[in-house]
């Protein structure tokens, strides 16, 4: 009976303790990063020492997308080349970059050495392999921008797009004939799609080019 008494006692003990002081008895944690909310100073400043953590880069991507819409290129150009900085591997912040230079600065140079680094980071990507066709093709290197669609298709056989853009320079280098098949598997196996839709309209202008 002494013996429960001591425990009910000890416990008792306890427990006003706890009531009393819960950081007593409980682990220290450590205090939260303040969130650093994702504006263009936030992203495109330099690293300060013992200042905050930058905003996270997908959050300053997307402050970089909106600058981008709005025409604001050399502001979308300093928070891509920072974030660039910070992850030269991320191969959607390497093509975004490389957009930019190429439609705001016209820096063709920078624009596809950011290109080439997306494709670096991560080979066969899609978005850096359909700027750089579309970037030779805009510049009437048909066969420069056909070898960057094919490698798409090939490295990319989900994504219909490489197909149509493919079959189109063949078509508008004078061979239909190539070009047909390829349109004709983008509607058999996507059929419901925009690409579809522009297959079918080129399609219809390799009958009109029949005899």
Known sequence: MALFNRSLGAFVILMVLWSASPAVLSTPTKPHAPIVPATFEACAGPAVPDAPAA?????????????????????????????????PLNAEV????????????????????????????????????????????????SLIAERYFARGARENPDQPVFKVRLAEVMMEGGRPAE?????????????????????????????LARP
């Open 179 to 207: 070009a047909a098949p390829i349109l004709q598997d983008v509607v058999a196996r996507w059929p419901a799609s925009g690409e579809a839709e522009d297959a079918r309209r080129l399609l219809s202008r390799t009958n």
């Open 94 to 141: 390497a093509t975004s970059l490389a957009r930019e230079q190429e439609t705001g600065r016209k820096d063709v140079v920078q624009a596809l050495r950011m290109y080439h680094e997306a494709l670096y980071a991560a080979p066969g990507y899609p978005a850096a392999l359909l700027g750089l066709g579309t970037h030779w093709k805009g510049r009437g290197e």
């Open 55 to 87: 905003p996270a880069v997908s959050d300053c991507h997307r402050v970089a997308l909106d600058l981008a819409a709005s025409r604001d290129h050399d502001r979308a150009i300093a928070v891509l080349s920072r974030l660039f900085e910070r992850e």
